[in-house]
Every structure is written in C-alpha cells, then in structure tokens.
T-cell receptor, first 111, second 114 residues
C-alpha cells in the first residue's frame, strides 16, 4: 500500500464549479498535512496546511481532514482556468518524520 | 528574489561527466532537502540536512553526492549518471526538520542524461 494515495486524474471541472480532490494516507499517527499546487514545469507551491480534524478555509480553498478515516481533501470553489495544475497531497509520516508526497491529481478547469 | 534559488535551471550531461547542482535559500531556514521528480512518479526524497548535518540518506546511489557547507547552501554533485537519472531535481527548505514544518521549494533543475 502506498503511503499517500491520490487519483491521478485528470479531473475536468467547468469554470465556476467546485473542484474536489481527495487524498488517503496509511500512517495512522500522521499529524501534519499539506496541499501543494504544481504548474507544468514549475516547482510545487504550498497552498494549504492542516493539522486538526475539520475544515480549514483560505480564500477559495478549503482543506478537510478526517484522521479517523485517514483522508484529507481539498475543495477549490469558483474554479478558474488558472487553477489548472497538478495538486500534490503531502503528509508528514511519523516513521522517519519525513514529508511524503502522493502522485498528484491533475486538474483541468475548462472555460 | 525567490526564497529558494536553484541553478542551473536546465542541465544536459553525458554519462561520464561530472556536474553539480546548487541550491541557495534566503529564508533563514535550518533544514534543506533534495528531491527527485520523475515523470508519472511521486516526489522522492533523496537527502535531508539539518544545520549542515545530513540526517537522512534515502537509499540514494553513490553517484549522487550531497554537500551542505552552511545552512543556506546545498549542493548535489553528480558523476557517472545513468539515463534513468533524467528528472527534475528539486531543492526545498524548512524552518527545521520535524512535524508541522511545511517545506518551500525552488524551481528545480531539469536534468537530462544523454
């Protein structure tokens, strides 16, 4: 089982709609969770961090964490074509205390 | 000026060449990292440095040799690489290693091995 799993996509979303991305992780004691956005040919850019169960909102982004079910999600409201990118879920895995990435979900927002 | 700067942005080298990748961070961080990103594969952690001391070597072949002369600079020395080493090499930094510390990435070096 992969430590951090994401659907590779592409997730096709009409402009103005909500994009919903999911991520599951295997290490039950993980405490820190991050979402990065990566445009093609560019480096990953941190967009959200979440540490507690529940929702965390930042602008058009909402991260949701459910530690009991071991998943973290990202919602992008009012999706724009500029949101088209690959979104990487990253988890600090307790064993070795290192940041482990999922394979990323590619999002395409169509005008 | 970006927080984490990597040079060169692109590098093409033969299998017998020796080259070095450079990373510099201007964020006052104490931890620095090298990652490899290959097509259709997750980011792979290669090395972790905390206060210039290597704290993690993630089973990386010896043809990759890291160097951290101070907390702001990180190098990756390359020699006798293989075609499968062609990838995007990303440097990152964080306040310190450990939980709750997000990492900030440089723009990467796109490496192609002929």
């Amino acid at each position: 089982q992969k430590e951090v799993e994401q659907n590779s996509g592409p997730l096709s979303v009409p402009e103005g709609a909500i994009a919903s991305l999911n991520c599951t992780y295997s290490d039950r004691v993980s405490q820190s969770f991050f979402w990065y956005r990566q445009y093609s040919g560019k480096s990953p850019e941190l967009i959200m961090s979440i540490y507690s169960n529940g929702d965390k909102e930042d602008g058009r982004f909402t991260a949701q964490l459910n530690k009991a079910s071991q998943y973290v999600s990202l919602l992008i409201r009012d999706s724009q074509p500029s949101d088209s990118a690959t979104y990487l879920c990253a988890v600090i895995v307790a064993a070795g205390n290192k940041l482990t990435f999922g394979g990323g979900t590619r999002v395409l927002v169509k005008p | 000026e970006t927080g984490v700067t990597q040079t060169p942005r692109h590098l093409v080298m033969g299998m017998t060449n020796k080259k070095s990748l450079k990373c510099e961070q201007h964020l006052g961080h104490n931890a620095m990292y090298w990652y490899k990103q290959s097509a259709k594969k997750p980011l792979e952690l290669m090395f972790v440095y905390s206060l210039e001391e290597r704290v993690e070597n993630n089973s990386v072949p010896s043809r990759f040799s890291p160097e951290c002369p101070n907390s702001s600079h990180l190098f990756l020395h390359l020699h006798t690489l293989q075609p499968e080493d062609s990838a995007l090499y990303l440097c990152a930094s964080s306040t310190r290693t450990g939980s709750n510390q997000p990492q900030h990435f440089g723009d990467g070096t796109r490496l192609s091995i002929l």
